[in-house]
């Protein structure tokens, strides 16, 4: 039978933060340690401002696709409200990490659209 291990977690915690290291992993015997400096950001969800039905931004021929990268304030699609568009503008800067929404379809005002995760 293997002798036990016992880990200084102290010690590898305070090596960690002395280090240059932004991300480490340790893999021993089947278990897992990960430590990061930076915790992952949750995307930014956005939200439809208003009724109505999803259409094209101006100058656009499609509706954006999950993996695209987009810039804060830029048009990411329109809701049409009878005569009235509503532009759907992005909150930061980032890729689109999820949409929730088609070309046509009709969204209620506060439901979420997409998505978008800090680069």
């Known amino acids: 039978m293997p002798a036990q291990r016992t880990i200084d977690f102290d ?7 002395g280090s240059c290291f932004e991300y480490l992993e340790l893999e021993h015997a089947g ?19 208003s009724v109505g039905t999803i259409d094209l931004a101006p100058g656009r021929a499609c509706l954006p696709q999950i993996g695209d990268k ?20 992005a909150p930061a800067n980032g890729s689109l990490a999820s949409i929730a929404i088609e070309r046509g379809s009709f969204v209620e005002f506060g439901q979420p659209l997409a998505a978008i995760e800090a680069t």
Do not use: M, N, W
Not at 11 to 17: M, P, S, V
Not at 31 to 49: E, I, V
């Open 11 to 17: 010690g590898l915690i305070k090596y960690f933060e």
């Open 31 to 49: 278990h897992c340690l990960r430590l990061c400096r930076h915790a992952p950001q949750a995307p930014t969800p956005l939200f439809a401002p």
């Open 70 to 89: 987009v810039s804060r304030d830029d048009c990411l699609f329109t809701i049409r409200r009878f005569k009235a568009v509503v532009e759907v503008i």
